[in-house]
């Protein structure tokens, strides 16, 4: 058994027994780990008000690798999401961001970037004011490029023509676009060249600017349909992002 100290971010957590609650967090250093932390939920406890989600934590805990849930031994908060908590738009749009990295991620696996990118992301939205959307669909951009599976926006993959104004057609199967000439026949989701642009800026924008960006109803619609048929035919089949159909439910109740 090791004792391993790291950040790592809450992801979700459930009660455990009468007093205590299982926590899973995404680490720096670790991967996607499960802590048990005993006696979290009693009042005085030393956990009390760290283990919410998406609190950014310094944590030690001790590690049997032959066991599914470790052992919380101290979390101390490096930030809590306070103006997260405090706004439900902002709230499910950093829960769809833990949520997008809990089922996408398999158990240890490292990616220190990506603990850095959930991180930023977080503390962006924290922060933010305008158009909030952008920061999820910059984590996205940025999640899939970092999962190995960062499409090209800009040119046809059967030609390599740009595509420009004219746009494509999106087919998340083969990770791009085809231009109307060789996409014609094979189906597909038909996107604009503005939507195109977006994506392709969100590859190069940073992560501060994306609250600024002025998006028309059609473009904001086809870009959330392009990251939820990638995520589902990329990352996990089964359905969309909970948390991100909630946030979209928001809006028609605005
Ligand atoms: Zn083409």
């Known amino acids: ?23 899973a967090l995404y680490t720096r250093d670790y991967g996607k780990i499960k ?8 009042p ?15 944590v030690i805990y001790y590690d049997k690798r032959t066991r599914d849930l470790q052992l919380l031994s101290k979390a101390s908060i490096v930030r809590s999401p306070v103006q997260i908590i405090g706004n439900i738009e902002k709230t499910t749009l950093g829960l769809a961001m833990a949520e997008l990295v809990s089922r996408a991620v398999e158990g240890e696996e490292t990616l220190p970037p990506l603990f850095d990118l959930l ?33 090209v926006w800009e040119t046809c993959m059967a030609c390599k023509d740009s595509l420009g104004a004219e746009g494509g057609f999106f087919h998340p199967d083969s990770g791009g676009l085809f231009c109307s ?13 503005e939507t195109l642009e ?9 992560l501060r600017e994306v ?24 990352i996990d089949h089964r ?8 946030y979209y439910s928001l809006e028609g109740c605005a």
């Not at 971010?9 to 926590?23: A, D, Q, R």
């Not at 924290?126 to 996205?140: K, Q």
């Not at 359905?239 to 909630?246: D, E, G, Q």
Request: aromatic letters at 10%.
């Open 1 to 23: 058994m090791a004792i391993l100290n790291t950040q790592a971010l809450v992801l979700k957590g459930w009660k455990l027994g009468e007093t205590s609650k299982i926590v």
């Open 35 to 42: 802590v048990v932390a005993k006696g979290a939920r009693d």
């Open 44 to 58: 005085k406890s030393q956990y009390r008000g760290c283990l919410e989600p998406l609190t950014h934590l310094n």
């Open 119 to 151: 991180s930023d992301s977080l503390q962006t939205l924290d922060s933010a004011n305008g158009f909030l959307e952008g920061i999820i669909w910059y984590f996205e951009t940025h999640f899939i490029r970092l999962m190995g599976y960062e499409p």
């Open 181 to 193: 000439r060789c996409g014609g026949k094979r189906g597909g989701f038909a996107v604009s060249g």
């Open 198 to 206: 977006i994506l392709f800026w969100l590859q190069r924008c940073l």
């Open 211 to 234: 609250t600024a960006l002025n998006v028309q109803p059609g473009q904001k619609a086809e870009i959330r349909k392009m990251f939820d048929l990638y995520f589902r035919t990329h």
């Open 239 to 246: 359905k969309s992002l909970n948390a991100l159909n909630i």
